[in-house]
């Protein structure tokens, strides 16, 4: 049974960082393309970064210099340090992972706040 646990949403303040992590189990994590997505309130769930078994990754253009995911296939933990964040990046951030196979999985989400 796969299973993605995000960790380290929480408030931040506009300009602020804030780092999310995310433990995968239960797949063969070496060769899953790992991402994160998130979900505004009132907006369709959007990709914001994935990066593949070999470290090749990829941004939306919105978080594009701003967030860096990374991952450690030894500890099959994937990571997405948030810096200069701003209100619209506010939402439920999920930990993705995508088999070779093509299938989905999904963490229970991680909310995250940029607040005033």
């Known amino acids: 049974q796969v299973r993605l646990v995000e960790r380290g949403g929480g408030l931040v303040q506009p300009g602020g960082s804030l780092r999310l992590s995310c433990s995968a189990s239960?797949?063969?994590?070496?060769?899953?393309?790992m991402g994160w997505y998130r979900q505004a309130p009132g907006k369709s769930r959007e990709l914001v970064a994935t990066i593949t078994g070999i470290g090749k990754t990829n941004y939306r253009n919105s978080v594009r210099h701003r967030f860096t995911i990374s991952r450690d296939n030894a500890k099959e933990m994937v990571y997405l340090q948030m810096n200069t964040v701003n209100p619209e990046d506010t939402a439920i951030y999920y930990c993705?992972?995508?088999?070779?196979?093509?299938?989905?999985?999904w963490g229970q989400g991680t909310q995250v706040t940029v607040y005033q």
């Open positions: 993705n992972a995508e088999s070779p196979q093509n299938k989905y999985y």
């Open positions: 239960g797949i063969r994590f070496v060769t899953a393309t």
